[in-house]
């Protein structure tokens, strides 16, 4: 028996539950109970509505981002920089919280800002929740450790010879940071941004839970789409929102992955 | 001064973020301990008054539906991460010794449900079982519950977690091995059950333990998947959602064996490595000493 007969019931299983239940999304966006058309699917485009709250997703969690981006990375940089044990164990503790349920954890953020913070703040019956800001904070909450990990392991594998090179050739801390540091530093930071940008632009448990119903997302409207619209669900609205989504995703990869590539064959970002 | 001050304010940033990182848990688990009672009713709507000290909710948390929730949610968890860790495995010998051609195909395809969103792999299984209970349907035949579902989609996204940290493993073992073997007297399955297998057994625990933590954590997938009984995630969203809340003290009986496992883990680990570089540097010192 050849050994490459051992993937074939993965093979089969791949195409059964991987590849054919992607095809269906494209077979409900154009198939309404049986019947080829393409009328749903256009409705759902040209709905602006909809346009604006994907609109509205990009924003969101292009701000959460740039926030995990900037308060992340000072994290895993003093962490890069510590003694091993030390790091080792703080580390630990930063991705802790990650491995807690994530629905759980925004539940509590939710009755933090409706009940607590207000009585704190001696808001009388006011509720925190429902704002833009809440939301993103809580976004940020959530996806900031997969922020630190990719660039603490990049920042801590940094060779540090490098770094007394530069200080050797009179560079000043800043400088080193700047000129050396930040540019060895960009795959992390493109690993972190890939993985949490594209989460965030499909997040619904949050704006669910925070927005109080005036924050309704991308991730939102799909669930929407699939769970309670026309009783059971309307998968022709929903698949066709959802391939909207796949494009973005593909994008955002595809702009990742050229950032990538330049930067690995050499090319300098400063 | 100037660098003590740069020094201490590092360990004021980062305790403030492990603060940020800690506060709803612990907000959840001080509240674990209050009194809920609002007359004879219990609710947990109202999670920031504090009524009083009590343990009541402890000894409600398993009875009814979170209970359920939790019991399906440990099957499925059980369930699928060892079948992922058996397919996966398998399929990692089979395509590291497929021809270039085929093993990346099947490799890049491996990835999709690894980059795909979970919202994307959560519709994809609803629409696929929608379709084929349609299709039960109409044959007559009995629908595919619930159970059947969310296994089908734990093992599914849990599989190319587990090829992935086999592969590795693969690479660095010899070749050679599994064809000494042979040479030794064993047939394929012998020496792939006696050479192979032990040589890549790190790499499938940690395969399992990565498909175990993966279906332990899913909320997405499982919540497009399931209609009527779900796993403890969906139900907590459900829960926060509807009028009467979420148990506080499922946060401890999470969190404090998570806690325990994760830094019993990584401590030995952290002090393996340690051991392992004074080790390295013993032998340095004895090199130098020789020359």
Known sequence: MKRKYFAYPYILWMVLFIAVPM??????????????TLTKAWATLSDAGRWRILWLSVKMAFETTLICLVLGYPIAYILSNMNKTVAGFLSVLFFVPMWMNFVLRTYAWQAILEYFLPNLLGMKNGTLTGTE??????????????????LYNTLSKLDKSLLEAARDLGANSLITFVRVVLPLSVPGIVSGITMVFIPAITA?????????????????EIELAFKTLSGQGDFAVGSTLSLILLLCVLISTLIMNHVDKDQQQGGQMW | MVKKAVRSLKYVYLGLMILFLYLPILYLIVFSFNDFH???????????????????????????????????????????????????TAAAIGIYSMKKGPRNLVLNISQLPMVNPDLVTGITFMMLFAFVNALLTRLSLKQVGDMTKLLIAHISFS????????????RQS???????????????????????????????????VMALTMSLDDFVVSYFVSDLKSVLSVYIYSAARGARGVNPALATVIFIPLVTLL?????????????????????????????
């Not at chain 1, 800001?133 to 630190?148: C, D």
């Not at chain 2, 599989?159 to 693969?170: A, E, G, K, Q, T």
């Open chain 2, 38 to 88: 609002t007359g004879r009713r219990v609710s947990y709507a109202n999670l920031g008054l504090w009524k009083g000290f009590s343990l009541q909710n402890y000894a409600t948390l398993f009875s009814g539906e979170a209970g359920q929730a939790l019991l399906l949610t440990l099957e499925i968890a059980a369930i699928s991460s060892v079948v992922a860790t058996i397919i996966g």
């Open chain 2, 174 to 208: 010899s070749d050679l091995l599994y064809e000494a073997a042979m040479d030794l007297g064993c047939s394929p399955m012998q020496a792939l059950w006696k050479a192979v297998i032990p040589d890549i057994l790190p790499g499938i625990s940690s395969g399992f």
């Open chain 1, 133 to 150: 800001a809440s939301v993103l904070m809580v976004l940020v909450y959530n996806f900031i450790p997969f922020m630190i990990m990719p």
């Open chain 1, 23 to 36: 095809l269906f999304i494209l077979y409900y966006a154009v198939n309404v109970n049986g019947e080829w």
């Open chain 1, 204 to 220: 619904f448990t949050v704006p669910a839970l925070i927005g109080n119903g005036k924050y309704h997302l991308y991730g939102n």
């Open chain 2, 159 to 170: 599989i190319p977690y587990v090829i992935f940290s086999v592969m590795p493993r693969l």
């Open chain 2, 263 to 291: 830094l019993v883990v990584n401590l030995r680990r952290l002090r393996k490595e340690r051991e392992y570089e004074i080790q390295n540097k013993k032998v340095k010192l004895k090199d130098k000493g020789g020359k």
